[in-house]
């Protein structure tokens, strides 16, 4: 396995000295240590980044000891870079707060000269071979820099915030060289599909560069921006959970508490998760309900974070203050509304917390994806809780089941309150079952694989665009040629080349122009018409029966080769347990994209988007295809993206083996026209002698040697190269 370069902005660990005099790791807690700390671990890779503090020989020896590598980035150095540039500039911008924002070009320049220290500490240590993972928004310049000096290197890069719109992005005033440095990786991974999707317009906007279905495809090389929604290590807090430790605070807690309903906030000391708001749609909630005072408390856990920064020392007293006049407000001698505290507090006395929550309140103004919002539904054990979750937090889009909210409208927020506080148990435990599943499909675990995978996974061979020509310049070209052929061959593909894509396949029933254009070929004494479809042959046989010409059906799966001849099966159709674990996959996707669905054939299994929403269906597609790639990587079976579709299909059926099959039958032929639009027509233009001519049809790059546009010029193509008899 490759070596992994894992790079981030700080160390996983601190060095701390025993009483011995030894100097010890300690590992940080967190959901990316937790993820990546095994695979470090097990591996043979190195992970650079800053070391808390100053390091003496013993603790230089213990981080090289334990395949750490320091960066070293002084005082002055990390208020420029890291206060600076990455949480003064690029952090509020990228969550959608200008206004928290300052741009200060020396900051920028201490922030380029960290990222470059980085790269040049990862060049350093780099063999061929290693996988590179940079992460965040402290590092995007790092991807751009790895590469000037090692062009090959598979560089990935994961954002934990997010990617904002390009109206946003825009702000920057070094928004190119940023985005160039991130253009660096081959896949820039972020969590949700709205991020990348706003990743793809700034690419376009700012730096104008097109990226077709996910990827850019830069002087040779490519940078793909894919989804990998971060996980949490859902056992590791169903264990803390139910931990001694956890159970003591809980009774402790309850005794405190008594049947006093809980809401629960935690959170880092953060502008961005909304607590202010928060707090006022509590207030909204008490002075609503008058019932609710003294029956129900709040408690709000503040982490103490970047607070060398104005705007986080403000928020600090903003909170404070608001957190006062409502305990003055509505406290009573023993009974006091917010239970406020900004400290942190031990992992299990956290865990304790998310259990006897009645309530999560996770309402950022913006949030990357949010893991308090995951941890708490994995820590209820008793299933009894409700999470309320902000539309703007990365997790709404994988938990549906929590009660969403938009904690900019606090009245509306106060009544969801209200709401999850009367919810019914079964609803409740009902909502936590169907998030816990997923969470616990998408771990933390899974996330790291999939993102790893794809750095790794080579990039695809890149094709060209093939000329476009007009029908009429087409035929000027291969009329003569078909004129002096004795035995020509004619391949055709349906769906996208003779006949438009109907958002129903059914629907696409070939027209009375498209019936003539094959009479009139058939009408050719000399040539072997033959129809090459992803179809079934139920279908073909519908459609063109009645033709005695070749049909091939499935992309080569089944061949009939004339009107009365029987469906031949190709012989590789036997084994075909791989179809269960796809099924299973394929169900995943359709649920997660309305519109899209399945369809089993003999030989192949097809996921069809054509009916979704078009940027979605894309893009799970390609979600898909890594997934499927990877899952059945030792299968007999090969995915092929077409268009709308993604394909898994039984190796050794192709449509080029149809056309080597067709020349078995009648060959050899001394002239070959095969025109197709999608990624399953290439095996059949490979299969064509040097001399064959292949067309592709569509704007996408392609092996054919010729192009059409589309359809309708196909059609006035075939007619005047093969007109109607006088
Ligand atoms: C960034 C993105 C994205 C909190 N209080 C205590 C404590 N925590 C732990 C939680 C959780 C973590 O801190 C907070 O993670 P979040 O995801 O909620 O937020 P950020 O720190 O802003 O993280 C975010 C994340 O990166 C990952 O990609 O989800 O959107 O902003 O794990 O458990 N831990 C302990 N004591 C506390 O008092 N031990």
């Known amino acids: 396995m490759a070596r992994l370069l894992l790079v981030s902005n700080r160390l996983p660990v601190t060095v701390r000295t025993?009483?011995?005099?030894?100097?010890i790791l300690d590992r940080s807690s967190g959901g990316l240590v937790s993820a990546l700390g095994p695979i470090h671990?097990?591996?043979?890779?190195?992970?650079?980044?800053?070391?808390?503090?100053?390091?003496?020989?013993?603790a230089r020896e213990a981080l090289s000891h334990g395949r750490y590598v320091p960066v070293h980035v002084t005082q002055e150095e990390t208020d420029g870079y890291y206060y600076g540039y990455s949480n003064s500039s690029i952090w509020p911008v990228f969550h959608y707060l200008p206004e928290r924002a300052s741009f200060d070009r020396s900051q920028f320049q201490t922030y380029r000269q960290i990222n470059q220290r980085f790269a040049d500490a990862v060049v350093k240590v780099t063999q061929p071979g290693d996988t590179i993972w940079i992460q965040d928004y402290q590092l995007m310049l790092v991807p751009?820099?790895?590469?000037?000096?090692?062009?090959?290197?598979?560089?990935g890069f994961f954002l934990h915030i997010p990617f904002p719109s390009s109206e946003m992005f825009s702000l920057l005033p070094e928004r190119q060289e940023i985005l160039q440095g991130l253009l660096g990786a081959?896949?820039?991974?972020?969590?949700?599909?709205?991020?990348?999707?706003?990743?793809?317009?700034?690419?376009?906007r700012v730096a104008g560069v097109h990226m077709r279905e996910g990827a850019a495809e830069l002087g040779g090389r490519r940078c793909e921006i894919a989804t990998f929604p971060i996980g949490i290590d859902v056992d590791y807090w169903q264990q803390l959970?139910?931990?001694?430790?956890?159970?003591?605070?809980?009774?402790?807690?309850?005794?405190?508490?008594?049947?006093?309903?809980?809401?629960?906030?935690?959170?880092?000391?953060?502008y961005t998760k909304g607590i202010p708001l928060k707090l006022e749609a509590f207030r909204r909630l008490l002075e609503l309900q008058p019932e609710l005072r003294g029956n129900v408390v709040m408690i709000q856990v503040v982490v103490p974070s970047r607070e060398d920064i104005d705007s986080y020392a403000q928020q600090r007293q903003e909170i404070e203050q608001i957190v006062g006049q409502i305990n003055g407000e509505y406290g009573s001698p023993g009974s006091v509304p917010i239970h406020y505290q900004h400290q942190s507090m031990a992992p299990a006395e956290l865990a304790a917390l998310y259990r006897i929550a009645d309530i999560a309140f996770v309402a950022p103004l913006r949030d990357g994806?949010?893991?308090?919002?995951?941890?708490?539904?994995?820590?209820?054990?008793?299933?009894?809780?409700?999470?309320?979750?902000?539309?703007?937090?990365?997790?709404?889009?994988?938990?549906?089941?929590?009660?969403?909210?938009?904690?900019?409208?606090?009245?509306?927020?106060?009544?969801?309150?209200?709401?999850?506080?009367?919810?019914?148990?079964?609803?409740?435990?009902?909502?936590?079952?169907?998030?816990?599943?997923?969470?616990r499909r998408n771990d933390v675990?899974?996330?790291?694989?999939?993102?790893i995978r794809a750095i790794d996974r080579p990039a695809p061979s890149m094709t060209t665009l093939p000329p476009a020509r007009e029908p009429d310049e087409l035929l000027e070209l291969i009329k003569p040629r078909l004129d002096r052929a004795i035995k020509p061959a004619v391949l055709l593909d349906y769906d996208g080349t003779l006949r438009e894509f109907e958002n129903m396949p059914s629907d696409a029933t070939p027209t009375s122009s498209i019936v003539r254009i094959l009479e009139n070929i058939h009408a050719d004494q000399r040539v072997q018409l033959a129809l090459v479809s992803g179809r079934d042959a139920k279908t073909l046989d519908a459609w063109f029966g009645h033709f005695d010409i070749t049909l091939v059906a499935e992309h080569g799966a089944w061949m009939r080769v004339g009107k009365n001849a029987q469906w031949i099966m190709a012989e590789s159709l036997l084994d075909d347990a791989w179809k269960k674990q796809v099924m299973g996959m394929l169900d995943e996707y359709t649920q997660r994209?309305?519109?899209?669905?399945?369809?089993?054939?003999?030989?192949?299994?097809?996921?069809?988007?054509?009916?979704?929403?078009?940027?979605?269906?894309?893009?799970?597609?390609?979600?898909?295809?890594?997934?499927l790639e990877y899952a059945l990587a030792n299968q007999p079976v090969e995915v092929i993206e077409g268009s709308s579709i993604v394909e898994i299909r039984q190796q050794g059926v192709t449509k080029g083996a149809a056309f080597r099959a067709l020349e078995q039958t009648f060959g050899p032929f001394d002239f070959q026209l095969a025109i197709g639009d999608d990624t399953t027509d290439e095996d059949m233009f490979a299969a064509l002698p040097e001399s064959g001519i292949s067309i592709h049809v569509g704007n996408t790059p392609s092996r054919a040697s010729e192009r059409l546009s589309g359809p309708p010029e196909v059609r006035a193509f075939l007619r005047s190269l093969f007109p109607p008899a006088e």
């Not at 890779?45 to 013993?58: A, K, M, S, V």
């Open 41 to 58: 671990d097990a591996g043979e890779g190195l992970w650079i980044g800053n070391p808390d503090g100053e390091l003496d020989d013993g």
């Open 593 to 627: 994209t309305p519109g899209s669905s399945v369809e089993e054939k003999t030989a192949a299994v097809v996921w069809h988007y054509r009916a979704a929403d078009n940027d979605l269906g894309k893009w799970q597609a390609r979600e898909l295809t890594t997934q």
């Open 241 to 270: 959970a139910a931990s001694k430790e956890s159970e003591a605070h809980l009774s402790q807690f309850r005794e405190h508490f008594g049947d006093r309903k809980i809401i629960l906030g935690v959170e880092r000391l953060d």
């Open 369 to 439: 994806m949010n893991l308090v919002a995951k941890e708490f539904v994995a820590s209820q054990l008793d299933r009894s809780g409700t999470l309320l979750l902000s539309e703007f937090a990365g997790a709404a889009s994988e938990l549906g089941e929590a009660v969403r909210i938009n904690p900019w409208d606090v009245d509306g927020t106060a009544d969801a309150l209200a709401n999850a506080l009367e919810m019914e148990p079964s609803d409740k435990t009902s909502r936590i079952d169907a998030m816990l599943e997923r969470l």
């Open 18 to 23: 025993s009483s011995s005099g030894k100097a």
């Open 445 to 451: 675990h899974r996330w790291a694989t999939r993102a």
């Open 144 to 155: 751009g820099m790895i590469r000037e000096q090692v062009p090959d290197a598979q560089i």
């Open 186 to 204: 081959n896949v820039v991974g972020v969590h949700t599909y709205d991020y990348a999707r706003h990743f793809v317009s700034s690419v376009l």
